[in-house]
């Protein structure tokens, strides 16, 4: 299915304007809407209290050391690194890790600061880069058989080791979500650049097809000029001898030039290349019978059904009518599979009403807004400020319906 140019800001209001599904989904969009530096400000302070409270706290077994400046020093060099653990994950780690270490090996307490090295870890794996991930990892465990070797007043070896395997968990879990982001952001990246070639591609297509309608309505718009050159100088020269003569030549002059205005307002604003370009008479609605013989020798049997009387119809709305029509049936030969296409042209005071219907597959692709043909009628349309409706019918089978208004305004 392809988009018009405008999809992409219809897929961004559609994106959104859509609630989220779950409560859950909305606490998380809430949740990554807030500040990081806030997040990660408050987590750290909490946790800066908590290590100082614990420091201070009375130890009734007498396992760790009083504390002192050193001591205040190194808790506040496990907690602080936290408030930098987005930015600098490597140094925020290492700066941890080895107050960490210190105030084990100088007998302090630490709880809550150990506490912090698992969100360090954590935070190594989800935001850190090449090798430093690793080598932050692996120093963080080195640190671990540092205590272990030393012992923890109060605890076992054991203890220390599963304090170890805790930070392998932490950073597989980091690593993990850290392949999540990085596979959604190509994803949003893919689609960002899949939304910007459909963009770019119909806007191409509709240049394109604003070149090949000018380039088409050249022979109608150069036969008007001629027919003026023409009369000018059939008046020009019989003035004096014949001016009945010389009058019908100014009126032939003045409906063509009329007419000829009117085609240039409406391709006002198409630009085109005429260089190299070849031109063949433009066809009409009188060349449907042959367009429908043609269909019919490939496979699609089409009627052709007149309503109404032929009036004075404008060659460039008889043109583009005949292009609608060929277009539409273009569509059924390629996409509705074996189907029977009708044509109703009705002639009214000052318009040309077209419908091309069909009992073939129904929705079929052709459905969707954004094809080069559907494109190409609307572009066909607007040109003379008509209507275009497209669909698939109840039942089977697909409609197009144009209107094509030509009456001078007065």
């Known amino acids: 299915m392809r988009l018009e140019a405008d999809a992409g800001r219809r897929t961004r209001r559609y994106r959104d304007q859509v609630p989220l599904a779950t409560p859950m989904d909305r606490m998380t969009a809430w949740f990554r809407g807030l500040n990081p530096w806030a997040i990660d400000a408050g987590i750290g302070t909490l ?11 009375n130890d009734p077994h007498h396992y760790f050391n ?8 190194l808790s506040l060099g496990c907690t602080v690194p936290f408030y930098f653990r987005r930015y600098a994950p490597f140094g925020s780690l290492m700066v941890t890790v080895t107050a960490l270490v210190m105030m084990f090996v100088l007998d302090y307490a630490a ?12 935070s190594l794996a989800s935001h850190g880069s090449g090798v430093k991930r690793f080598l932050g990892f692996a120093l963080t465990e080195l640190g671990v058989a540092i205590v272990a070797i030393h012992g923890v007043p109060g605890s076992n070896t054991s203890g220390v080791f599963i304090a170890g395997a805790l930070y392998v968990a932490a950073y597989a879990l980091g690593s993990a979500l850290r392949n999540r982001r990085l596979y959604m952001e190509q994803l949003e990246e893919r689609a960002v650049m899949l939304e910007r070639e459909r963009d770019d591609e119909a806007r191409r297509a509709v240049a394109d097809e ?9 022979d109608v718009v150069a036969h008007s000029m001629g027919v003026i050159a023409v009369q000018a100088g059939v008046g020009s020269h019989v003035i004096d001898t014949d001016p009945t003569e010389a009058k019908k030549a100014l009126d032939a002059i003045s409906i063509t030039s009329r ?30 019978p042959a367009l429908a013989a043609e269909l019919g020798a490939a496979g699609v049997p089409v009627d ?3 309503h109404g009387e032929r009036a004075d119809v404008p060659p460039g709305v008889d043109f583009t009518a005949y292009r609608i029509v060929q277009e539409g049936l273009t569509n059924v030969l390629k996409h509705a599979g074996p189907a029977r296409a009708t044509v109703d042209v009705t002639y009214a005071p000052g318009a040309v009403a077209l419908e091309i219907v069909d ?29 275009l409706e497209t669909g698939p019918r109840v039942g089977g089978g697909y409609r197009v319906a144009a209107t094509l208004p030509y009456a001078e305004a007065e």
């Open 259 to 288: 007419s000829t205005l009117t085609e240039i307002r409406r391709l006002l604003g198409v630009l085109r290349d005429v260089a190299g370009a070849e031109y063949t008479p433009a066809p009409s609605l009188t060349d449907l």
């Open 111 to 122: 709880n809550a600061q150990s506490q912090m090295v698992l969100v360090s870890v954590f």
């Open 210 to 218: 604003r070149l090949r309608i000018a380039q088409e309505l050249h």
């Open 359 to 387: 009992d073939g597959r129904g929705v079929n692709g052709r459905s969707g807004p954004g094809g080069h043909g559907l494109i190409g009628m609307r572009e066909r349309v607007a040109v003379y400020g008509g209507s």
């Open 66 to 73: 009083d504390p002192t400046a050193l001591a205040v020093a």
């Open 47 to 57: 946790f800066t209290v908590l290590g100082l409270v614990g420091l201070f706290a």
């Open 304 to 306: 052709v059904r007149v």
